[in-house]
Nanobody
Framework: QVQLVESGGGLVQAGGSLRLSCAAS????????MGWFRQAPGKEREFVAAISRSGDRTLYADSVKGTFTISRDNAKNTVYLQMNSLKPEDAAVYYC?????????????????WGQGTQVTVSS
């Protein structure tokens, strides 16, 4: 049974930082590209970042480029999202997802497995 479990969300002041983690089980982790998405109330789920199976390639949404960093540790079956310089508009539920395709993608429907999400709240 595939499980993706996010952690690290919480309340932070604008300008602060958070590091999200997503631990995977039930999959051969390095067979999957990993992505982070977010969904704010009343909005569609949107792409944040993705990382290739080996970690040698990354992809970011324009809105987070330069402030968020995705990384992975295949020995720990974990993917991370370091979020710096957080803004109120970054507040959302953040989800990690696994994609068995080789090419990195921003498309929600391309991802095969999803976590339950972790809430990020940014106070102004």
């Amino acid at each position: 049974q595939v499980q993706l479990v996010e952690s690290g969300g919480g309340l932070v002041q604008a300008g602060g930082s958070l590091r999200l983690s997503c631990a995977a089980s039930g999959v051969t982790f390095n067979n999957y590209a990993m992505g982070w998405f977010r969904q704010a109330p009343g909005k569609e789920r949107e792409f944040v970042a993705a990382i290739s199976r080996s970690g040698d390639r990354t992809l970011y949404a324009d809105s987070v480029k330069g402030t968020f960093t995705i990384s992975r540790d295949n020995a720990k079956n974990t993917v991370y999202l370091q979020m710096n310089s957080l803004k109120p508009e970054d507040a959302a539920v953040y989800y990690c997802a696994a994609d068995r395709n080789i090419l990195l993608t921003r498309r929600v429907r391309e991802y095969d497995y999803w976590g339950q999400g972790t809430q990020v709240t940014v106070s102004s």
